[in-house]
Structures are given as structure tokens and as C-alpha cells.
């Protein structure tokens, strides 16, 4: 009687390879290894035939399991069970490897039992496995032919069923998983297994204290079964001691699957770290009752957050009291180990706070600004107080990597941290971020290149020497989730939780994908939820601080980080003209935009396959079809919609750029849909632009395509748009919406609709960086899709439905799993269902032919608005019994309609602009918005004191007052760049005045003068009217220089401006012009506020 025998009657070549290895147990271990390597191999490959999964590029089995558990249909226990008899059986094959059996053959009855759960009976219950004496093995006579053709065989039924929907499949290996039992000795295996790959020499069953075992110099050893004796004499052992050579760091208990691990820290594992008999020679010192430092405790199961204390590592330094346990991913390794042994973190801390930092606003050096200087303040702070997950929120544009430099050369001149790891999202930005790490120098003129050994992007070994290493996230999931083929070139060691003790992550707000084309590295995600889950595995796999870095915080980024513990906007950058502000929106409309594009009845329509490139005729439609214009370049090409507004838009640039010097003339980023829009869009820009006397090398697409995709050529092309006079016109998709800084850039044109707030302003943010070398004040945005209407409610409302990858399917299968009990929580949630099954019908709704709609009132006598009008209007506890007595009607509307896929709709119809102009907001007039900012200022005048002083006392504005002024009218809609514009536009005039200027035009009737020339005009006045020295006229200079970039001066303005904190602030300054400087600034703002107005 073999042990594989329930599976003789569904899977047969699973029953005769188990009954083989079984046969080869005692007298041919080589071949018994094969077979057990087999059945792990067969069980992969029926589990790619019955789910139709798509196969590898690289067909090995190492990547076949490495796509199971991409796609979750194994976890990380399966995963370890399956490499464990695939690398036996490797070994049996190529060295006539004789390990002893029995466990490896428990593994694959272990794995065959789930997969008859899962694939074969899920009612079929759990054997406990028998391991055969040598005289009770049935000897099985089938032949190597045979075995082939049952394989052959098996492989066929399963690519023949009937294929189980995704979401039951997962229902039913989660459950089969559930019940999953390792022993203490299969869970040792794995933990072997753990230990070894985080660098430690292990061996349970021969690395024993009993066999002998002792430590050895310049060796890592987990020594198996150390003895420990209790206060009262009683013996006993723990599972594994850990050697750095001759000195005990660590011991590690190992429960069963089923035990608490928490409660196993908490009590026996602490009680050997003070029972252990251990010679003193081999004790790096006692830490009160304890003779270890540190300690571990481990069930074999890897880690989950929902069942945290009975999954993980769990690891605890006993040198402190104050130090709690914490679970992990992983052992550390030797060298993570001495290294926590080596750190003081109090005298780091202390050396962190009070480290000269000078270095960072050394004019020489890394120049930092302000707000950067306050990044890095709070940053150390939050790691002092004992935070391990940091967020800084900060504009695009505002200098996040420089900010980044200055932390990381901070913390590693003061030790604080040994290894940092630099996570990028996209290569180029890991490119950029390197370029500037080997370019800006620090102290003594040195880079941070220079000083610390990094390693790149293309680099992935990591050795102790390595004191930044720069990855990306994909290439960080591929190391931890993956596995490589030991053997090969491009194998990797897996880092352990303990090679980074500092994670900085750039862009830390990633989780748009949604609404982006995937990248090749991208699809190793199967959607946007999986990349987040991927992304935040990453990130949380390594025990250490985590800083991330963003300008869009998202929900799942403060989930990650908590909220920001310091925050720099856009409307502040702009504010303290770090940052140039956009000017009023371009809105251009369409005949098509306004009507939409309409097939009547009867027409015939054009239809594209994207992935075949044929173009069908389907002849007279049988209903009206409208589209509208979300989906015009998505779901239907139309190519004169593109032809007419780029026309517009390049006679407007054209002439705003006649205006100016050829030097002086920014570059244009345009954003389109996907690749095939994009080169419609370079196509169509090509046959316009020599009408205006634009090159056509000026016109270029970068998108992951170009350069036939050359990872190389693509960074070039950035390079070159980034440096060099040309290309001046780029089509991006996604390339460039996010880290890649292109200061010319001074328009923006949005051709495809975004629904994303965090993408959208990671693409405004391609303009943001100012630009002196072309006088770039602000940058334009021509909206022909209506982008900004389409973000409009999500600037101010959640969407309804969390979970956009969320299937109906999923929702209404979670509703009706209804116990008929109604508690206050479970009526919440099931509220919750309900409003997201609104929202995705109503999304569904809305991408519905008419012919469907007109089908489902026909079956159903209502239609589908009155149906979710319905389903919305149910008390929740009917929603179960209702979606039941309806499923019909769910099932209906989630198929999809015929032409929706990969189709795509061709409009040969022509289109025309009618109207082009700006976007103020809720009025369209200039006149309009001018008077609704002079009315707000009226209704505000004796609220907000800064008003007040503007109109009546100028000279007494403070900075601060001015700056929270400005940043109330931003969030009103009231910029100074747009009032500018709506004046300029009523005046015909192009005046650049401040927000004074501006406010005292409108109140009291002042002249509007631009900020520079009132300036000029009040140092000129001050100057006739006295005789200053040489020395007085060089703070003059100076005084006039900060003028120009700010609104205001006074005596608390030499105190708090590092410009003349420098100079030696007020005190040395006053002295200079002789104890009258305070006189000079009053008389000088008296000049600066004689505009004309009613009120001085």
C-alpha cells in the first residue's frame, strides 16, 4: 500500500511516480530523488495546463513556479517545497546525489495532498503520511514509456477542463493552503533552508551539539539541539545556536506551524537565552539574566500580516529591556548581526543631532535651500524619536535628490546607518539620481562617489563595502520573490532582511498604474493592486528605517509611511520662487468635443485590431452608437480631432515663440494616449509644423518603444532633450510623466484624458523647474480633452469604488456570503459592497452601447439607470436575497460588449475648433474673474490682516503675512500669474506685477506696474535723494537683488534672510550706513507704494 495511492483515480502518473520513489527509497536514493523532483515538476506543469496560464519565455521549471507565485496560486511554503525537490532532483541528476529521502518524500506527499484539494477533490481530507518500512514497499512494474504517456496523458485532461473562473480557483488553493500541516521536522527543513540562504552554515541533522559540533573560527554556525539547563537542574535544548566563529550572538527556537510565535519569544525563547550551557570563552558579554544578545523565534511560516504573531521571524535584542519583539521576513545574517552589535545608537544619535551640518548650505557644495535644510531636520528627528517608516512630501522640482544627497552623506559620516538602498521606480530616474550623486560635491570638494564606495543600477552584488546601493523596484522584486537557477550567470543571492539597515524611496507615491500603460517590467504584476502588494513586500522586507519621498502623497503611501513628518507644496515653492507657477489653461473646443461622434442606424463603421493591424468593415450598425470625448484616442481613433487642435496649438506657441529670441524659446512635452496615439500625433505634428517653419528634427516620440525599445537609446534621447537645442517638441506616453527634470520645458499639452490626480500632477510637474536661461516666469497648458473637467470631482471626492480591479463578479460573490447575522459592523460592511456595486455598475453604464441597454430593458422591463436606482434603494440586509433572485440580470451586464478589446473604432469624419479660450475656473470671462477676486479681497478686507496692511501700510507686512496670504488666495483660485494673465488680457497689456501690485490696483485704483520696474523706479529715488558710499552702495545691491525676488523688506528682514544673516544681519549691516539703515528701509517702502492709489 503506497502513500500516493488516493491519487490513483484522478491523477495516475502522481500515483506511480510517488509509488516509484517510494520503490527507490532504501535501495537507489539518486533515482528516488528524481522521481520526487518529478512529481514537483508534473504537479507545476498540470497547474499551467488546467489554469491556462501563459508559459515562460525561458521555459525552465525554476520560472514556472517563479510565475506561480507571481500569479498567488502558491504561497511561500508551497514555493519552498517545490525548489527543495526541484534543486534534489537537479543535484540527483548532474551529481548522482545520495541525500536520505524520507523528507523530501513527506514534501511531495504534502504537496500532492493539495493538489487534490485544489484540482482534483476538495472534499478529499488529510492522511497522515506513513513512511514505508523496507519489506511493506509495493513494488509498482510500470515501465519509463508508460510513465511518459500517463504524463502525456494527465497534461491533456487538464488543458482540456473546463477552465475554473480565477477568483474560485484562488478560493479553493486558499483553502487547501489553510490546511496545510508541516511537522517540527518538515518546519525544520525550511528553517535550514532560511538559515543558509541569509549566510549561515546549517545542517540539523549533522551540525549538532551532540554530534560533536563546536564553534570554529572564521566560521558562521548554527549549531542544532545546544543544550540549556533550568534553575532546577532540568536539561533541555534550543533548536539552533548562532556562531560568529568562537562568540554566541544569537538562538533561534523553532516551533511546529500551528504554534503562536509571539507567545514562544515571550517566554521559552527568552528562558534559553538564560538556561544555555555555554562556556565563557564563547559569551560576548551578559545582558542582565541573559548570556545572548539576540534571540529568534519561528514556526517555518512565512510571514502574513493578518496572522502576525503566528507567522514570520520573530526577533528580539535582549540587550535592552526597552526593545520589543518584531517580526520579520527572514533571518539576518552574520554580518547584519555583528553589525547591530557594533551600534551605539545612542551615541550615533546624539552625533546626528549635534553634527555640524554647515556641509549643506555650503555655497560650494550642496547649496541646500531652506525648506531642504528643515527636510533633513525633521527626517532626523522622526529617527531619533524611534521612527521607523518616515514620509516627506515635497513639490516636484523642489530638489528632492539633493535633499536625499545631503541625508545620505549626513547619516553615513555619522554612522548612524551602514548600508542604504536607494529605490527607484523607473530606471532613469536611478540613472539621474546616480549622475548627481558622482557630480555635486560636499566637504573638501569630494562627491559622494568619491567618498563612499556605490554601487548602480547594473550592479546588484552586494558586499560589506557597499554603502548605497541604487536598484529598482522590479529588479528588488525579482531578487526577493523569484528565484534564479543556481547555476547559472545571472543567479543572485538573495540579500537578507539585515543588508540594508536605510531604505530611501524616491517617488514613493507609485500605485497609478491603473491608469498607465504597463511597462515590460511592469507586467510583473497582474494589476494595480498587485504592484502596490509587491511594491510594499519590497519595501517592508528589510529590517530597517524607511524614509520615502514624494510630491503626491497617496492613500496607500501614508498606509506605508504614516503622514509626512514634513511637508513643502507647490503653491509654497512657487510662493518663495523656487518653483514657476502654470498660467490660465488653454481650453480648446471641437465641434467633435461639444457633440461627441455619432453613428446612426445604419452606417457603416471602421474597425481596427491593434494586435493584428487589420482594419474591418462592419456594415449597417443596428443602432446609434455616441462616443464621447473620454474616449476619443482610447476606443476610437479619429484623426482629425488631433489634426485641428494641434494646429491650434502650434499657431499659439508659434506666435508666443515670435515674440521671442531664439535662445529664449522653451520646449513643448505633449502626453498621449498610448504608442499608437503617439505616433499618429508625431505623424500628423510632422506634416504641420513646416508651415510654421519648424524643423521636423525637432519633433520627436520617447516612449518605451523608441529606439526599438534600447534601454540605452532611450536614456539618450532623454539626455539630449534634457541638454541639447533639439528635439524641442516631444509625444511621451509615460516615460516622462514622473522624475525625469527638463528645466526648458514651458508647455504642456494633454491629448489624452488622465483619471488619476496623482499622475496628473506628476505630469504638471514636468514644467514646474524654473529656468532662468530662457526668462521662463510661468508655463502654458493647452486642454483640448478637457483633462481638468474630468479631475474635478476627484480633487474633492473618494472614489466610490476602492478597489478598481475589484470585479462585479467579486463584489457579488462577497455579498452573498450572507450568515444572517446583522451587527452594527456587519451591516457596515455590507453597506460598503453595496455602494461599490453601484459604482461599478454605474461605470459600466456609462461604457455601454445602446443596443446592450436596449437589450437588458427588454429582459428585464426596466432600464439599467432604474435598476441601480433600485439596487441602491434596498435596506442592506435584502441586498443577498435579491442579488440572488437577479443574478441573471448581473450576469448580463458584466459581459462584455462585442466591440469592446482590443478593438479600436476609425472616425474618418472631419472635426473643426470652435472655441479657444481660458480656463479661470468656475467663470470662463476674464472680466468676471477679475471682479470675483475684487469682490473675495472686499469681503476678506477686515478678516485677513495682510489685506488690510496692503491697502493702508504696506511697510508693515512681514514676509510670513505675505506668504500665507498668497497661499489662502492660491486655494481660492486667485494665483498671481493667472490674475496677471486675466489683466493683461482686459488691458492688452504684458505686465508682470506681484500680488501687491495686483491687490492695490483693484482696491485703491493703483497704477500696475511690474515688479521689476517699481523696484527699479524706488532705488532710483532713494539714491537721488542721498550720496552713499561705495560700501553702502554694495548693500544697496544687495537690497535690491532681494527685492527682486521678494515683496518685502524691513528691519526684521536682515535677521531672518540667511542672504544677510550672512552679511553679518542688522546689527553689521546698520553700522555700515552709519546706525540709519532702519530709516532707509521706511523710506525706501514709502517709494516702493507711490502707485497712485487712493489710500498710501
Not at 532546577?232 to 533561534?252: E, M, Q, R, S
Not at 535690491?1040 to 544677510?1060: A, C, G, M, P, W
Request: aromatic content about 10%; glycine content about 4%.
Amino acid at each position: 500500500m503506497s502513500n500516493f495511492d488516493f491519487l490513483k483515480e484522478k491523477f495516475p502518473v502522481l500515483a506511480n511516480l510517488g509509488n516509484l520513489a517510494e520503490k527507490y527509497l532504501y535501495t537507489d536514493p539518486n533515482s528516488c530523488l528524481i522521481k520526487l523532483g518529478m512529481i514537483g515538476e508534473t504537479v507545476v506543469n498540470l497547474i499551467f495546463e488546467y489554469d491556462n496560464i501563459k508559459k515562460p519565455t525561458e521555459d525552465k521549471a525554476v520560472n514556472r513556479i517563479n510565475i506561480l507565485i507571481r500569479e498567488g496560486y502558491i504561497d511561500e511554503q508551497l514555493k519552498n517545497i517545490l525548489h527543495a525537490l526541484r534543486k534534489a532532483r537537479n543535484k540527483a541528476v548532474h551529481e548522482n546525489y545520495e541525500k536520505p529521502c524520507g523528507l523530501l518524500l513527506e514534501f511531495a506527499y504534502v504537496l500532492s495532498e493539495w493538489f487534490m484539494q485544489t484540482y482534483g477533490d476538495y472534499r478529499y481530507e488529510h492522511k497522515p503520511f506513513v513512511l514505508p518500512k523496507k519489506e511493506d514497499i509495493y513494488y509498482t512494474n510500470i515501465e519509463e514509456n508508460e510513465l511518459q504517456q500517463l504524463t502525456q496523458s494527465a497534461l491533456q485532461t487538464a488543458s482540456k477542463a473546463k477552465v475554473i473562473k480565477r477568483d474560485k480557483r484562488l478560493n479553493l488553493i486558499k483553502s487547501a493552503t489553510d490546511r496545510l500541516k508541516l511537522t517540527e521536522e518538515q518546519t525544520r527543513y525550511i528553517i535550514d533552508a532560511q538559515l543558509r540562504e541569509a549566510g549561515w552554515q546549517v545542517d540539523t541533522r549533522n551540525i549538532r551539539y551532540s554530534k560533536g559540533s563546536r564553534p570554529q573560527k572564521n566560521v558562521n554556525m548554527a549549531i542544532a539541539e545546544w543544550p540549556t539547563m533550568t534553575d532546577k537542574k532540568t536539561t533541555g535544548h534550543v533548536d539552533y545556536a548562532l556562531f560568529i566563529g568562537l562568540k554566541l550572538v544569537a538562538v533561534v527556537e523553532a516551533k511546529s506551524i500551528d504554534k503562536d510565535i509571539l507567545s514562544v519569544m515571550d517566554y521559552q525563547a527568552k528562558e534559553y537565552a538564560s538556561q544555555i550551557i555555554i562556556d565563557e570563552k564563547y559569551l560576548i558579554g551578559q545582558y542582565g539574566d541573559y548570556k545572548v544578545p539576540f534571540v529568534f523565534a519561528t514556526n517555518g511560516r512565512p510571514y502574513l500580516k493578518q496572522i502576525e504573531t503566528a507567522s514570520g521571524i520573530w526577533f528580539r535584542d535582549l540587550r535592552s529591556s526597552l526593545n520589543y519583539p518584531v517580526a520579520l521576513r527572514g533571518f539576518k545574517s552574520p554580518e547584519g548581526l555583528q553589525e547591530l552589535l557594533q551600534l551605539d545608537i545612542e551615541k550615533v544619535n546624539s552625533e546626528l543631532t549635534n553634527y555640524n551640518q554647515g556641509f549643506l548650505v555650503d555655497k560650494q557644495g550642496l547649496n541646500l535651500r531652506y525648506y531642504q535644510v528643515n527636510a533633513i531636520k525633521a527626517t532626523v528627528d522622526a529617527i531619533v524619536a524611534g521612527k521607523k517608516n518616515i514620509l516627506l512630501a515635497m513639490a516636484t522640482g523642489t530638489g528632492k535628490t539633493r535633499t536625499i544627497l545631503g541625508m545620505i552623506y549626513l547619516f553615513l559620516k555619522t554612522k548612524r546607518f551602514h548600508r542604504i538602498l536607494f529605490l527607484v521606480d523607473r530606471t532613469s530616474l536611478g540613472e539621474q539620481a546616480y549622475e548627481t550623486f558622482r557630480e555635486v560635491k560636499l566637504e573638501e570638494l569630494m562627491t559622494l562617489d568619491e567618498i563612499y564606495n556605490i554601487k548602480g543600477l547594473n550592479n546588484k552584488q552586494i558586499d560589506r563595502e557597499t554603502k548605497i546601493q541604487i536598484a529598482t523596484v522590479q529588479s528588488m522584486v525579482k531578487r526577493l520573490l523569484y528565484q534564479n537557477d543556481e547555476d547559472g550567470e545571472k543567479y543572485n543571492k538573495m540579500p537578507s532582511v539585515s543588508d540594508f539597515d536605510l531604505i530611501i524611496v524616491d517617488e514613493a507615491h507609485r500605485g497609478y498604474i491603473l491608469d498607465r500603460q504597463m511597462s515590460e517590467e511592469e507586467l510583473l504584476y497582474n494589476n494595480q493592486q498587485d504592484y502596490i502588494s509587491k511594491y510594499r513586500y519590497v519595501i517592508e522586507y528589510f529590517d530597517a528605517v524607511k524614509i520615502g519621498l514624494t510630491a503626491t502623497p497617496a492613500l496607500h503611501t501614508t498606509e506605508i509611511f504614516g503622514e509626512p513628518v514634513f511637508t513643502y507644496s507647490y503653491r509654497e515653492a512657487v510662493n518663495d520662487r523656487f518653483l514657476v507657477d502654470h498660467d490660465v489653461p488653454h481650453n480648446i473646443r471641437t465641434r467633435l468635443y461639444n457633440e461627441g461622434i455619432v453613428y446612426h442606424k445604419g452606417d457603416n463603421m471602421l474597425l481596427y485590431d491593434t494586435a493584428t493591424k487589420e482594419v474591418t468593415n462592419v456594415a449597417c450598425l443596428e443602432d446609434e452608437v455616441h462616443i464621447e470625448v473620454d474616449k476619443f484616442n482610447r476606443e476610437v481613433i479619429t484623426e482629425d480631432f488631433n489634426r485641428k487642435v494641434l494646429i491650434e496649438i502650434i499657431e499659439s506657441i508659434s506666435r508666443k515663440n515670435n515674440q521671442k529670441d531664439e535662445d529664449k524659446q522653451g520646449k513643448v512635452l505633449i502626453f498621449a494616449v498610448d504608442d499608437n496615439h503617439a505616433d499618429l500625433i508625431v505623424k500628423i505634428l510632422k506634416e504641420i509644423c513646416p508651415d510654421y517653419n519648424i524643423p521636423s528634427d525637432t519633433i520627436i516620440k520617447i516612449t518605451a518603444s523608441a529606439g526599438q525599445g534600447n534601454k540605452d537609446r532611450i536614456l539618450e534621447y532623454i539626455r539630449r532633450f534634457k541638454n541639447e537645442k533639439d528635439p524641442s517638441i516631444v509625444v511621451t506616453v509615460d516615460l516622462l510623466t514622473t522624475g525625469v527634470d527638463v528645466p526648458k520645458i514651458d508647455t504642456l499639452v494633454f491629448l489624452r484624458r488622465v483619471k488619476s490626480r496623482i499622475l496628473f500632477e506628476q505630469m504638471l510637474g514636468r514644467a514646474t523647474r524654473l529656468c532662468p536661461q530662457i526668462d521662463k516666469t510661468c508655463f502654458e497648458i493647452y486642454d483640448p480633452v478637457g483633462v481638468y473637467e474630468a479631475l474635478d470631482s476627484v480633487n474633492t471626492m473618494k472614489p466610490v469604488v476602492v478597489n478598481p480591479n475589484i470585479s462585479i463578479g467579486d463584489i457579488i460573490n462577497k455579498i452573498k456570503e450572507d450568515n444572517g447575522i446583522y451587527t452594527a459592523d456587519e451591516l457596515k460592511y455590507k453597506q460598503n459592497q453595496l455602494e461599490q456595486l453601484v459604482g461599478k455598475l454605474n461605470r459600466k453604464q456609462q461604457s455601454m452601447s445602446d443596443k446592450k441597454k436596449k437589450d437588458f430593458k427588454t429582459m428585464t422591463g426596466k432600464s439599467t439607470t432604474d435598476f441601480i436606482d433600485e439596487l441602491r434603494a434596498l435596506p442592506v440586509e435584502k441586498i443577498s436575497s435579491y442579488i440572488q433572485e437577479h443574478e441573471s440580470y448581473f450576469t448580463f451586464l458584466q459581459e462584455k460588449d462585442a466591440c469592446h478589446g482590443k478593438t479600436r473604432i476609425i472616425y474618418e469624419g472631419e472635426d473643426e475648433v470652435v472655441s479657444h479660450t481660458r480656463d479661470y475656473g468656475n467663470t470662463q470671462k476674464t472680466q468676471d474673474y477679475i471682479e470675483s477676486f475684487t469682490q473675495y479681497l472686499k469681503d476678506n478686507m477686515n478678516e485677513i490682516i495682510a489685506l488690510k496692511l496692503i491697502c493702508t501700510k504696506p511697510s508693515d507686512l512681514k514676509r510670513e503675512d505675505l506668504k500665507r496670504l498668497c497661499l489662502k488666495l492660491d486655494s481660492k483660485g486667485f494665483s498671481q500669474t493667472h490674475l496677471n494673465t486675466a489683466l493683461n488680457q482686459m488691458t492688452n497689456q504684458e505686465i508682470t506685477a506681484d500680488i501687491i501690485s495686483i491687490i492695490r490696483q483693484c482696491m485703491l485704483g493703483s497704477a500696475r506696474v511690474s515688479h521689476e520696474e517699481r523696484i527699479k523706479k524706488a532705488m532710483e529715488k532713494l539714491k537721488a535723494n542721498h550720496y552713499f558710499s561705495v560700501s553702502e552702495e554694495t548693500f544697496l545691491k544687495s537690497i535690491e537683488k532681494y527685492l527682486l525676488h521678494e515683496s518685502v523688506i524691513n528691519k526684521e528682514t536682515f535677521d531672518t534672510d540667511t542672504r544677510f544673516v550672512k552679511k553679518g544681519g542688522f546689527k553689521t549691516i546698520d553700522k555700515k550706513f552709519g546706525g540709519h539703515l532702519a530709516e532707509i528701509i521706511v523710506e525706501l517702502n514709502q517709494y516702493l507704494y507711490e502707485d497712485g492709489g487712493k489710500i498710501a
